[in-house]
C-alpha cells in the first residue's frame, strides 16, 4: 500500500480545511453562546411564541413515550380536548425540541436550542462565505450571521424557534442555488447532485417553518429568473424548477396534507387582527398601543439592518470593483444585491399590492420576516469588509454594534424561567395549554371548551337529565390517537369525550362506524351508546391526503437517489 509522504500537499490541505472549519465551529459556538449569557441569570426570554413552541414539545415528547413515533393530533392543546397543530406546523422544531428534552432540563431546552441552531447558521454561512472571502472575513460573516439582529430578534422577543431554524439553513441553501444558477462554479459534485442537495436543503426550510418557505421559495425564484436573464439561457431555470419540485416532493408528507386539510379548521384566523401583513409593514401604526410598540422595535431592528447591509454592500462591492475581482464574484455581488433589494422593498408598504396577489405571500403575516433573506448578504458583505486592509477596525465596529443591538432587544422583552415548568405542571395535573385559533376545527369555537373537564362524562339521551340510567364508564385505553372505554348501562344515554371532533377521528361503537354528535356551544365529541355493555374506540385515522403525501415524499426519496447515484442528467448537468 502506497502512502503519502508525511507532509504531502494532500495532506496540507485536509488539514488546513478541518483547521478552517474547526475555527467556524468554534466562531459560531462562541456567538451562540453569547447570545444565550443572559439565560443563565434571568431565565429564558418569554417571547410571543414560547408557550406554543414549549407546549409543542411536551407534547410530542409525551406522544413519543407512548410510542407514537410522528405526532398528527396534540393531545393536550384546548386545555386537553386536542387540536390537529402537528398535520399544520412543519415538524423539524418541535421534533428538535422534543428531543432535546430527552437530554438536557427542560428549562434549558430554548436556551440549548439557540446554541445548537444558530452554531448550525454559523456554519452554513461559513460554507457560503469561504467560496468568496479569505479565510478571516469568512469567519467573520459566520459570526454576523449567527448573531445578526433578525435572529436577536427572534430569541429575545418572539421565541419563534422555527423559523430560527429555518434561517439557519438559508445560507447552504442559497450557496447550492448559486452553483445551480451558475452563479458559482460547481465544486466536487455532479449538477445531478447538486439537484438533489438543493432539494434536500429546500425541503428542509418548508418542513423548518412554512413562511420562511415561502420567503424561500420566492427567493429562490428571483435568483434562477436573474440567471436566466444575464446568460440568456433556460438551464438556471431548469435545473431552480428540478430542485424545487423535489423539494416539495421531499417535503410532500408533511405539505399536502397542511394544503388540504385547511379546509377543515379555521385557517382564516392566520390573518385575522394584528397579523395582517398591511399591519406589520415598517412603522405601520394601529388603534393597538402593545402591536405598535412591538412593530417599532421590529421596523428599528429591520431599518438598522438595512442600512448596515447597504452601507456594506456599497463598500465591499467599491472594493471588488477596485481590485480586479474574478468575475464569479462580481456576479455573487449582483445577486446579492438583487435580493436586498427584493427584501427591503417587500419590507414597505410600496409593494402592499404584491402582498395581496402573489400566491400565499400574505401568509408570511410580518413584512418584516424578510430581514431572514437579507440576513444573508448582510453576514456575506461583513465579512467581505472584514477581509480587507484594516479589518479589524470595521470587525470591532459591527461586534459592538450587534452587542448592543442583543442588549437593546433583551431590555424590551420579558424574562421568565416559569414558562415551561408551568406548562408541564399543567399537564402532569391532565389540564393542557391554550390552543391555536388557525387549528380550531371548523365549527368550533375553543374559547368556549370546558376547563378541567373530565376525560368522559355520562349525558341522558334526549337532554333530560331525569331521564339519565343507571350506568358505568370504565377507560380501557387512553392515548393522544387512541381511545378506548367500556359503557354498561341500563338505557341510551350519551357518552360525552374530552375530545373536539375532527373529520380524521375514526368512531366506532362495537365495531360499528358512527358518525359522532357535538355539543351545542362548542365542538366536542358526544357518543350515543344503547343499553347493555357497548365498547367505544375512538382512533385517529390516516385520512387519503396523508396518504397521498407519504407516497409522494417517497416517489421523492427515490428520485433523490437516482439523482445521486447518476453520473448526471444530460439536461441537467450541460453547460451553461
Not at 439582529?149 to 448559486?178: G, Q, T, Y
Not at 410532500?252 to 377543515?264: D, G, L, M, N, S
Not at 480586479?324 to 455581488?333: A, G, P, T, V, Y
Request: neutral net charge; hydrophobic residues 50%.
Amino acid at each position: 500500500m502506497t502512502a503519502f509522504p508525511e507532509n504531502s500537499e494532500e495532506q496540507l490541505q485536509l488539514r488546513g480545511r478541518f483547521r478552517a472549519w474547526l475555527l467556524a465551529f468554534g466562531v459560531s459556538l462562541l456567538a451562540s453562546a453569547l447570545i444565550v449569557t443572559p439565560f443563565f441569570w434571568l431565565g429564558s426570554p418569554s417571547g410571543h411564541d414560547i408557550a406554543f413552541h414549549a407546549g409543542s414539545w411536551l407534547d410530542a415528547a409525551g406522544q413519543w413515550k407512548e410510542g407514537i413515533v410522528f405526532p398528527r393530533w396534540a393531545e393536550w392543546a384546548n386545555d386537553g380536548f386536542g387540536e390537529p397543530r402537528f398535520i399544520f406546523y412543519p415538524p423539524l422544531s418541535w421534533m428538535l425540541g422534543a428531543g432535546l428534552g430527552f437530554v438536557v432540563p427542560w428549562n434549558a431546552v430554548p436556551g440549548t436550542f439557540v446554541v445548537v441552531v444558530q452554531t448550525l447558521a454559523g456554519m452554513c454561512m461559513f460554507a457560503l462565505a469561504r467560496r468568496l472571502l479569505p479565510e478571516r472575513g469568512a469567519l467573520f460573516s459566520a459570526f454576523c450571521y449567527a448573531a445578526n439582529p433578525n435572529a436577536l430578534l427572534i430569541i429575545f422577543l418572539r421565541s419563534d424557534f422555527a423559523e430560527l431554524l429555518a434561517s439557519a439553513v438559508f445560507p447552504l441553501l442559497f450557496l447550492v442555488a448559486f452553483e445551480l444558477a451558475g452563479t458559482l462554479e460547481k465544486r466536487e459534485r455532479s449538477t445531478a447532485r447538486g439537484v438533489g442537495l438543493f432539494g434536500i436543503l429546500f425541503a428542509l426550510v418548508w418542513l423548518s417553518n412554512a413562511p420562511a418557505g415561502v420567503l424561500a421559495s420566492y427567493s429562490l425564484t428571483v435568483v434562477f429568473l436573474w440567471a436566466a436573464v444575464t446568460q440568456k439561457s433556460w438551464l438556471p431555470l431548469t435545473r431552480g424548477a428540478a430542485g424545487i419540485a423535489l423539494g416539495f416532493g421531499l417535503a410532500a408528507f408533511y405539505i399536502v396534507p397542511a394544503a388540504y386539510e385547511q379546509r377543515w379548521v379555521n385557517i382564516a384566523q392566520a390573518l385575522s387582527i394584528g397579523l395582517l401583513p398591511q399591519e406589520n409593514f415598517l412603522n405601520t401604526q394601529t388603534g393597538d398601543p402593545e402591536h405598535n410598540f412591538f412593530n417599532w422595535v421590529a421596523s428599528s431592528t429591520a431599518v438598522m439592518m438595512i442600512l448596515l447591509t447597504w452601507a456594506a454592500a456599497i463598500a465591499a462591492r467599491r472594493g471588488a470593483l477596485s481590485s480586479n475581482e474574478r468575475d464569479e464574484k462580481r456576479k455573487l455581488w449582483d445577486v446579492l444585491l438583487l435580493l436586498s433589494a427584493a427584501a427591503t422593498l417587500l419590507m414597505i408598504r410600496v409593494t402592499a399590492i404584491l402582498w395581496r396577489v402573489l400566491p400565499e405571500l400574505r401568509f408570511v403575516q410580518f413584512p418584516w420576516r424578510w430581514m431572514s433573506i437579507l440576513g444573508v448578504a448582510f453576514a456575506v458583505y461583513a465579512g467581505a469588509l472584514a477581509a480587507r486592509r484594516r479589518g479589524w477596525i470595521l470587525m470591532s465596529l459591527m461586534i459592538l454594534i450587534l452587542g448592543g443591538t442583543g442588549a437593546f432587544l433583551g431590555t424590551q422583552g420579558w424574562w421568565d424561567g416559569e414558562d415551561i415548568p408551568t406548562l408541564r405542571a399543567a399537564i402532569e395535573r391532565g389540564e393542557g395549554f391554550d390552543g391555536t385559533d388557525e387549528y380550531d376545527p371548523e365549527g368550533d369555537d375553543h374559547y368556549n371548551l370546558p376547563t378541567k373537564a373530565p376525560l368522559v362524562r355520562m349525558l341522558p339521551p334526549g337532554g333530560d337529565s331525569s331521564k339519565m340510567p343507571d350506568a358505568t364508564v370504565s377507560v380501557v385505553k387512553w392515548t393522544a390517537e387512541e381511545k378506548v372505554l367500556r359503557v354498561k348501562a341500563k338505557g341510551p344515554l350519551r357518552i360525552a369525550l374530552r375530545l373536539i371532533n375532527y373529520p380524521a377521528w375514526q368512531v366506532e361503537v362495537n365495531g360499528k362506524e358512527i358518525v359522532s354528535q357535538r355539543a351545542n356551544n362548542y365542538d366536542q365529541m358526544i357518543v350515543p351508546v344503547g343499553a347493555g355493555e357497548s365498547r367505544i374506540h375512538v382512533h385517529f385515522n390516516r385520512t387519503p391526503d396523508r396518504t397521498l403525501g407519504n407516497v409522494i415524499s417517497v416517489v421523492g426519496v427515490l428520485t433523490l437517489l437516482a439523482l445521486f447515484n447518476a453520473g448526471g442528467l444530460r439536461l441537467l448537468s450541460a453547460s451553461p
